[in-house]
Nanobody, 113 residues
Framework: QVQLVESGGGLVQPGGSLRLSCAAS????????MGWYRQAPGKQRELVAS???????YYADFVKGRFAISRDNAKNTVYLQMNSVNPEDTAVYYC???????WGQGTQVTVSS
């Protein structure tokens, strides 16, 4: 069983930045890809960004140019750098691995002045 532990969430002002981390209890190289999802109150969980084993990235349109996903295989950690955040980015952010599939417990991000 692999554990994914997110950290780095919190309160940030509009226009600010935040970096989320997802630390895996085992090698992230075993996963076909890893992604960040988010779920706002009353809304469905949605994919924010993903990165494959080969470091190919994907971004949802609503974060393109603002967020960046990266991975550090030596630290078994995936990051989500969030820049120019706005109140619509407020949500619980989850880390997920694909093949095999695991979810983290989530970290709250609140964008408010």
């Amino acid at each position: 069983q692999v554990q994914l532990v997110e950290s780095g969430g919190g309160l940030v002002q509009p226009g600010g930045s935040l970096r989320l981390s997802c630390a895996a209890s085992g090698s992230i190289g075993r996963f076909a890809s890893m992604g960040w999802y988010r779920q706002a109150p009353g809304k469905q969980r949605e994919l924010v960004a993903s990165i494959t084993r080969g470091a190919t990235t994907y971004y949802a349109d609503f974060v393109k140019g603002r967020f960046a996903i990266s991975r550090d295989n030596a630290k078994n950690t995936v990051y989500l750098q969030m820049n120019s955040v706005n109140p619509e980015d407020t949500a619980v952010y989850y880390c997920r691995s694909l093949l095999p599939n695991y979810w983290g417990q989530g970290t709250q991000v609140t964008v408010s002045s």
